[in-house]
């Protein structure tokens, strides 16, 4: 359990790395659930740009590599890109 514990406590580290990035300016914050399989991403834009699309492929490629190294199947992941002024939900995937 600590293994996991671990892991997660990287994943989140390297997720708030990307926040305000110069790859990802307008993420805001990054939260995760317990299940690592939903996400919540707050942005200082009103739309999804491009960028966080991409953002929401490499976050369900870190939900596979999750359950990859847990040894079972991967849920769908699912990302809920939200407005950081109006807390809105702007778009699900």
Same mark, same amino acid.
């Given at each position: 359990?600590?293994?996991?514990?671990? +892991? +997660?406590?990287?994943? /989140?580290?390297?997720?708030?790395?990307? %926040?305000?990035?110069?790859?990802?300016?307008?993420?805001?914050?990054?939260?995760?659930?317990?299940?690592?399989?939903? #996400?919540?991403?707050?942005?200082? !834009?009103?739309?999804?740009?491009?960028?966080?699309?991409?953002?929401?492929?490499?976050?369900? /490629? #870190?939900?596979?590599?999750?359950?990859?190294?847990? $040894?079972?199947?991967?849920?769908? %992941?699912?990302?809920?890109?939200?407005?950081?002024?109006? $807390?809105? !939900?702007?778009?699900?995937?």
């Amino acid at each position: 359990m600590a293994d996991q514990k671990e +892991r +997660r406590a990287a994943v /989140m580290e390297t997720l708030r790395g990307l %926040c305000g990035s110069e790859d990802f300016p307008e993420v805001e914050k990054i939260e995760a659930a317990e299940d690592m399989a939903r #996400y919540t991403v707050t942005l200082a !834009t009103e739309t999804v740009t491009p960028a966080a699309f991409t953002l929401a492929a490499m976050l369900e /490629m #870190y939900t596979r590599s999750w359950y990859m190294v847990q $040894g079972t199947e991967a849920p769908a %992941c699912s990302v809920r890109f939200v407005s950081a002024a109006t $807390g809105e !939900t702007i778009e699900e995937t």
